[in-house]
């Protein structure tokens, strides 16, 4: 009987450790799609498009966002997430002066792949978020590209993070369309009680 309580007491601390390491592994994601994945950035319908230069100061154009009256009535704007995060055999990033700051980098995690889990981020104005396997999403894709609602897919991959927890690198990539995409890697440190991140084009296209 005190074999089998010793084990479950060992099984349920194994199981919250596991719960802490995911979550502290992919926490400097969940905070950057919290903090960066939002209608201002990703929805092109809520922008009026701007005056030709010979007419932008003589018609008084008031801003290049539509009234509140006209976004409140789009229909929220669907971004596709995978759900998980990828790994390849290399980075492709190659800004050395950068690079020499994450050094110490490691790869946390040496399997195919880490669940992103984004059911838990707070509600946003104007769009919902949904996690999709990317098959699933490849073969959804024909069906939705069209559609008003449509945002896009986002990747994840190459999650890098130093020893202390106090810097990671990682790569986003924006799937819209075929000549609608863009990766970036992310510099990402940790001050202050929040993530501070820096950006860089990889490609565009």
Known sequence: MRLVLYFSILLFLTCCRSGVTKKDNTSVILDYID???????????????????ELKDSIGHGGIIKDDSIINKLEKLKIFI?????????????NEDLVKEFLFLENIHRSISIPLDVTNLKERKGINLESVYVN???KLYPKIR???????????QNLFISKNGKKAY???SYFKQKLNTVTYAIFAEFKDGQ??????IISIS
């Open 136 to 138: 699933k999403f490849l």
């Open 82 to 94: 995978n759900d998980s995060i990828r790994f390849s055999e290399n980075l492709t990033y190659k």
């Open 170 to 172: 990682f790569e986003v």
């Open 146 to 156: 069209l559609e008003n609602n449509f945002g896009g897919l986002l990747n994840f």
């Open 35 to 53: 903090l960066n994945v939002t209608q201002k950035n990703y929805d092109t319908r809520i922008y009026n498009p701007p005056p030709p230069p």
């Open 195 to 200: 993530w501070i991140y820096k950006s860089e």
